[in-house]
């Protein structure tokens, strides 16, 4: 095989397991059981719970603390948390 064909299926092979492992992280996450709220801006990057105006799902988030990236909490915590937001508030 040739040194530009052996190249070739390497480059498919690596782009296909990338594209598992994208889809993998795209999730949505279900409601919890619990009382709950969604809490924003407070999220670690790839730790959001579900989709936002930047994000298509869950795990998506690219920088931490991104104000519209949020995750479940108990009813109630978020507001509880330094810097976090129930989205609810006036801007």
């Not at 390497?10 to 598992?20: G, N, T």
């Not at 105006?53 to 991104?66: I, L, P, Y």
């Not at 104000?67 to 801007?91: L, M």
Request: glycine share 8%; net charge positive.
């Amino acid at each position: 095989m040739k040194s530009t064909q052996t190249f070739a299926l390497a480059a498919l092979a690596s782009a296909v397991a990338l594209a598992a492992t994208v889809a993998e992280a795209q999730t949505n996450v279900p409601k919890p059981t619990y009382k709950f709220e969604k809490c924003y801006g407070v999220v670690k990057a790839g730790k959001n719970d579900c989709f936002s105006a930047r994000h298509s799902c869950g795990g998506t988030s690219v920088k931490d603390n991104e104000p519209d990236a949020w995750i479940y909490v108990p009813a109630g915590a978020c507001g509880k948390i330094t810097g976090a937001s129930t989205g609810t508030e006036k801007k």
